[in-house]
């Protein structure tokens, strides 16, 4: 049992590491830093046999609520939806008889698959990116699907006023990275306002006669207005000297040099030219009202405002501007930018009209965002459907992915969750979850594996962990104790 772990483990992640040398030892300047804006990599579905959910309450959330409704998954889309459909040769069946099928859920802020959350070294560090080091390995890909999330948003900390670019990933435990990136989602990065950022060098402990680390730049929120300010402006500049070289190439001048492209700068012209999302970590109001109006001065567009525990103060502002709101349920208090928090905050931002979604930032939580969301329904009345679809569709619509998932309807991606009951019920637990056609999560085999795990786990520790695994010993892989978690595509895997 040992070894193929091992064996498999190490085939997963040499898999990623291989695509990445080769792109980088291709001698194309293009490949050696590639865009965010170019091709997306080729989707990752892989042929499967058809599945036919039979005879479920099926929960569109853009078309209704459909009792005793069937489900066609078919290479890798929502083929059919109806009654009486029948099973293509060589479908598999799913008895949805007493259960609901809703759409996979989509957490809109994570931190899944990063071991290093923050580049805190500068106030700006628009050049780093989430996607060159994704971990496909961690456990908490399983466990996330496990509560029915099939679509996360990982993004860079919040230490910086304008951090890392940010990756959209499909669930697709067991598989390498490049199958695992959303296909055609729209770039993004990651800004933040507040403590987070001002904090960042506030040295809580004195070491006499040791020399204190410099403070860095900004400290307060009007410096936070400063560094994005000057960013912006320099940006405009960079993208003038662009378009010209651009414009003279057209017109077939030769001779010409090309302006040295850069690396900070290059995402920031992105946004200026509607090719990259801003995602800003903030929670005052006043914070926020001041990102907007430096929208409006540099014809920028603020795509989400994350977290935002005051964005009731200013849902109309967020309305006027179209930028939309991604939340948390009820969780605050835990810092003084946090205390004029409300549990009705999403609940008013709907109404207004703000696109609003509940999100985890968080490994735990993200496993249980449909509890989130029935917590939206006590606090603001929310219909169980507007619920539903700040953790389904809404996200879908914040990361410009909403013609492929976040709804159930004919033609877009066969990303579904099998519910034992209703999913906005505390006693309703996934029994399947579906991306792209293909089957990630089977709570069935789950359990059947379950003693199998026991067994390896009580002889994993049984072992010196420092005996190397050649002869025998455990540990030597990611992770330290050398368990890599169940993947259902691989039986032998597993946690």
């Known amino acids: 049992m040992k070894q193929p772990m091992i064996l498999a483990a190490i085939a997963l992640t040499a898999a990623t590491t291989l695509h990445a040398q080769a792109a980088r030892e291709s001698g194309d300047p293009s490949t050696e830093w590639p865009s965010w804006t170019a091709p997306a990599p080729t989707p990752g579905h892989r042929a499967t046999a058809p599945i036919l959910i039979r005879n479920a309450t099926v929960m569109t959330v853009t078309k209704g609520t ?9 290479n890798g889309k929502i083929a059919r939806i109806g009654k009486g459909l029948f099973a293509p040769a060589g479908a598999v069946t799913i008895d949805g008889t007493g259960k609901f099928v809703t759409p996979g859920i989509i957490d809109v802020h994570s931190h899944t698959m990063m071991d290093a959350v923050n580049e ?63 296909p055609g989602a729209m770039p993004g990065i990651k800004f933040a306002l507040g403590e987070n950022v001002t904090g960042k060098n506030n040295s809580t402990v004195i070491v006499q006669g040791q020399p204190q680390a410099p403070r860095r730049y900004p400290q307060s929120r009007m410096g ?23 414009a003279r190439v057209s017109k077939g001048e030769k001779g010409l040099v090309a302006p040295r492209k850069d690396l900070e700068l290059e995402p920031i012209k992105e946004i200026l030219e509607g090719k990259r999302l801003i995602h800003s970590h903030s929670y005052r109001a006043d914070e926020m009202l001041m990102l907007l109006e430096l929208s409006d001065e540099f014809h920028f567009h603020v795509a989400v405002l994350h977290h935002g525990l005051e964005g009731y103060k200013i849902a109309s502002e967020m309305a006027k501007h179209g930028t939309g709101l991604s939340t948390f349920a009820d969780m605050w208090g835990y810092k003084v930018e ?10 008013i931002t709907t109404s207004h009209g703000v696109v609003t979604t509940i999100n985890s930032d ?79 999560f089977d709570r069935e085999k789950d359990i059947a594996r379950r003693d199998s795990i026991a067994t ?7 072992e010196d962990a420092q005996m190397n695994p050649r002869t025998g010993g455990g540990g030597g892989s990611r992770g330290g104790n050398g368990a890599v978690p169940g993947n259902p595509g691989a039986e032998e895997i597993h946690q």
């Open 338 to 347: 946090a205390y004029d928090a409300i549990p009705y905050n999403a609940a």
């Open 224 to 246: 936070q207005e400063e560094v994005i300010r000057d960013e912006f402006t320099r940006a405009i500049d960079y993208k003038a000297d662009w378009d010209d070289y651009n």
């Open 66 to 74: 459909l009792d005793n409704t069937d489900l066609l998954l078919d």
């Open 456 to 462: 390896e786990r009580a002889a994993l520790e049984k």
């Open 362 to 440: 968080d490994d735990g939580r993200a496993r249980r965002l449909n509890i989130d969301a029935a917590k939206l329904m006590r606090w603001g009345g929310m219909s169980e459907n507007d619920a539903l679809k700040t953790i389904t569709i809404n996200g879908a619509i914040q990361l410009g992915v909403e013609k492929k998932v976040g709804s159930i309807e004919t033609g877009k991606d066969a990303d579904v969750v099998v519910w034992s009951g209703d999913p906005l019920s505390v006693y309703s637990r996934v029994e399947s979850t579906i991306i792209d056609g293909e089957v990630f």
């Open 120 to 182: 805190g070294s500068r106030s700006v560090t628009s050049m780093v990116r989430v996607r060159d080091i994704l971990n496909n390995t961690a456990p908490a890909i399983y466990d996330e699907l496990a509560g029915g999330t099939t679509t996360i948003h990982v993004l860079h900390g919040s230490a910086n006023t304008i951090g890392g670019q940010d990756a959209v990933v499909k669930l697709k435990w067991g598989r390498p990275v490049d199958e695992m990136i959303f």
